[in-house]
């Protein structure tokens, strides 16, 4: 079975809110190797959500379409295995 790509954002730069074109997505809190373990993070209905690991502040704003403001805290890179 396909998934779709679930987004990674972190918050390396310590900005006060992070907005996200996804309301499904992942928390590594800042990038690696001093990530913390990734929190799958699902707004649902609500248009903001707080990492419950490292207290980033992520807000939903649809225009974003999967990528983030700040744009440095989307990561594309290889996820654990």
Sequence with gaps: MAHEHTPHFH?????????????????????PPFDHPHIFIDMGGDNEALCSYCSTRYVFDASLH????????????????
Excluded: D, Y
């Design 11 to 31: 918050n390396q730069p310590g900005v006060p809110v992070v907005r996200v074109g996804a309301r499904e997505f992942m928390c590594i809190g800042a990038l």
């Design 66 to 81: 999967g990528h983030s403001v700040p744009a440095e805290c989307e990561w594309t890179g290889k996820a654990a295995a």
